[in-house]
């Protein structure tokens, strides 16, 4: 399902996200109730919210950076918003869609091991704590240790 919303200030674009899950978030630089970069930093920060980017009219380097810096995908001129625009957007909602696999990924893991731990808690015998795990799920969970594996507690 495809939603689409407008905000007129920051603050109404902080309501709106809490409201529903939107994967992009296209912000001017210029607002009427602070910066847009701000904007962009609070919803990075969020994590799991939308992907900012920011459009202004003629971007700097400097505002390049600041962007980068708040956690924007990218900054766009709006006199020149075309393809710029929706280049960064297909970038954004290919990330957002990785991000969403990667938690339906996580989610599903989750709930495995936690089913593996309550038989491991139930199982008088101990025959599954003598169990040898066949997927090295502490790179999954991006773990550098290999050997590590996760042990999910209610």
Known sequence: MSE??????AK???VAVEESRYDLAI???ELPDGSGAELARRLSQRG???LPILMTENPTLEQAVEAIRCGALDIVSSAAAGNE???AMRSAFERAR?????EARIERLTKVCRRLNQARREDPSGA???LRPRVRLGRLFGNPD???FPVLHQ
């Open 48 to 50: 799991g919210g939308p």
């Open 27 to 29: 912000i001017r630089c």
């Open 4 to 9: 689409c919303g407008l905000a007129d200030s």
């Open 146 to 148: 290999p050997g590590h």
């Open 128 to 130: 599954i704590h003598n």
């Open 85 to 87: 625009l929706v280049t």
């Open 12 to 14: 109404s674009a902080l």
């Open 98 to 102: 990785g991000a969403r696999d990667r």
